[in-house]
């Protein structure tokens, strides 16, 4: 299996949800690169703000945590009081993890278990765009 990058994770994302392209380059580091143009379309729909300062670090790899992030904001999910997993407690980005499962978009790594730190493998990626939008 192969980790999905934060390029190839954009153009999942820009193709799933239909997103208009922008005029805007958003970020530095990824100036000439394929998935450019996916990357500046998440940006303009305020799905992301990068890695940093007018970078998004498109070669860095995916993590679950950072999936769920991206996918709430792109899907603008409910909140959810339920806590479901015990592996992300404290850690930004928890009350998307509860989102996704509340929608259930995700179960986890294992009980009680999100593994937010593991990258996302590109087949993984498909099956939680799947879940959320669908056919």
Sequence with gaps: MRDLTRAQMAAFLVRALGLPPAATDYFD???????????????????????????????????????????????????????????????????????????GITSGCGPRRYCPGAAVERGEMAAFLYRAVGD
């Design 29 to 103: 580091d990824d100036d000439g690169m394929t998935g450019e143009s996916s990357i500046n379309a998440l940006a303009r729909a305020g799905i992301t703000g990068g890695c940093g300062p007018r970078r998004f670090c498109p070669s860095a790899d995916v993590t679950r945590l950072q999936m769920a992030q991206f996918l709430d904001r792109a899907l603008d999910l409910p909140s959810s009081t339920t806590d479901y997993f015990d592996d992300d407690d404290g850690r930004t980005g928890e009350a998307s993890v509860n989102a996704l499962a509340a929608a």
